[in-house]
């Protein structure tokens, strides 16, 4: 995606958080011959680049593992916005954006086994082991952030089994997929 | 119960309309069949509008008559990042599972259908896919879930490519992926595409039958080929990673088709 004014880049950029050379930025303004403001977050330093070295494709969103619990984030296809970049008004969870979308640019999930251990042994609300998958301490397994899909229980020797409820058989691939993605 | 009881709209026979943003130069022309306004989010710029729903082949010709006349006025348009062209398919006599089954399939080839749109089209904030705003996904599946429309009126998803607001204006579905384009035959191509999938996708029981079709097709381009036909190769021509993209389609699409566990008797 090309925009063909720095002033219209700037409508659509400004305040917003895009990708830059693989990392989340935030960009602050747009600027002069075709340049960005920008900040790598969640902590990173400021600089200025080229307005086409910012990657417009979407940041691919899901959980994010913040301060012991699993937060699910989402995209909303609001019209009133008008911006191409992540804001705090496009979110359904703005307080982990930040973090949140610095994470999801490239995530490294903890394994199943870690997930179990820290939400039954450590007293962990929830932890994400996919982008789309978590356990609960209560042993729920959600989908999406929106639902209990399943539990997680262990047996006598601490193994843990995966169930998906019946009404949600049909993410029985999806699961797996999401399980053994660690095994690779 | 049809969308247009359902919805309380008047009744519409057309079965599709069209809206074409365009920026350039002189390009104000009025047509028998086209209605001209001004656009705001546009630079120097006009939206023609479709004054009444057609047919696919009404569709056609009017598009050749817009040609025309802006060809006779010299108009001049260029590509823009911010035109985009909008096709209202006409639901009125589908049952809501008719609608949910189209709107099923129409997730499950999103990914192709939005490539064929346009590259800049995928994950343009004006047209976001189902991958790209979850929440809209979240969203169809609770109006399935609780019959609550307010779900698919809700304005948080009307820059979806799929737009679900339209029910309630119009008793349609508005299809908002296609790029600003002067090559009308691009626009008609894409209607038809879209028409298609309506009516094919009432071959299907529910949108629990689609996902199971989806499975047992074989590959993509099997799936793709009962669904929009011949037009298939369009998508097929732009989408070298066509199973991937409508792999991950079903994967959304799931979301709707479950989100309950029969539609017997919905």
């Known amino acids: 995606m090309r925009y063909d004014s720095t002033a219209y880049a700037n409508s659509r950029l400004a305040g917003t958080i895009v990708k830059c050379a693989g990392k989340a930025v935030y960009v602050s303004e747009c600027f002069g011959e075709r340049l960005a403001k920008i900040r790598v977050l969640p902590h990173g330093n400021e600089d200025v680049v080229n307005l086409d070295n910012l990657d417009l494709s979407p940041i691919k969103l899901g959980y994010v593992n913040i301060g012991g619990c699993a937060e699910y984030l989402q995209r909303i296809p609001k019209r009133r916005d008008w911006r191409q970049g992540l804001r705090a008004n496009n979110v359904n969870n703005a307080g982990v954006l930040d973090k949140g979308a610095a994470f999801l640019v490239n995530p490294t999930y903890p394994t199943p086994e870690k997930v179990v251990d820290r939400v039954f042994r450590c007293g962990d609300e929830s932890m994400a082991f996919s982008r789309h998958f978590s356990a609960r301490y209560d042993g729920c397994i959600r989908h999406k952030g929106r639902q209990s899909v399943g539990e997680v229980c262990l047996d006598d020797e601490d193994h843990a089994s995966w169930k998906l409820y019946d009404d949600f058989l049909y993410l029985e691939e999806a699961l797996k997929e999401a399980l053994d993605e660690h095994k690779k | ?266």
Request: proline share 2%.
């Open chain 2, 1 to 266: 119960m049809n969308i247009r009881n359902k919805f309380g709209v008047g009744k519409t026979t057309g079965a599709i309309g069209i809206e074409i943003e365009a920026e350039g130069r002189n390009l104000f022309v009025r047509t028998e069949e086209w209605d001209v306004v001004g656009d705001g989010s546009l630079e120097d710029g006009v939206e023609y509008v479709l004054r009444e729903p057609t047919s696919l082949k009404g569709a056609k010709s009017a598009l050749v008559s817009l040609q025309e006349a802006l060809a006779g006025r010299g108009a001049v348009l260029k590509q823009s990042a911010r035109t985009s062209v909008h096709v209202h398919v006409n639901v009125q006599s589908l049952s809501m599972k008719e609608m949910y089954t189209f709107v099923t399939a129409y997730l499950v080839l999103e990914g192709a259908l939005t490539r064929f749109c346009g590259k800049d089209r995928e994950g343009n904030l004006f047209c976001l896919r189902a991958g790209d705003a979850e929440y809209r996904v979240a969203s169809l599946a609770n109006a399935v879930r609780t019959k609550d429309l307010d779900y698919l009126l809700d304005d948080n998803h009307r820059y979806s490519a799929i737009n679900t607001c339209s029910l309630g204006r119009f008793g349609s579905l508005e299809f908002r992926a296609m790029r600003g384009s002067a090559d009308f035959n691009t626009i008609h191509n894409w209607a038809a595409m879209l028409l298609l999938l309506r009516n094919k996708s009432r071959l299907f029981d529910s949108p629990q039958d689609i996902i199971k079709g989806f499975s047992l097709s074989g590959g993509g381009e099997a799936f793709l080929r009962k669904l929009v036909g011949k037009r298939a190769s369009l998508l097929i021509e732009v989408c070298p990673d066509l199973d991937e993209l409508l792999f991950n389609g079903m994967r959304q699409a799931q979301d709707v088709a479950y989100a309950i566990p029969s539609w017997e008797n919905y």
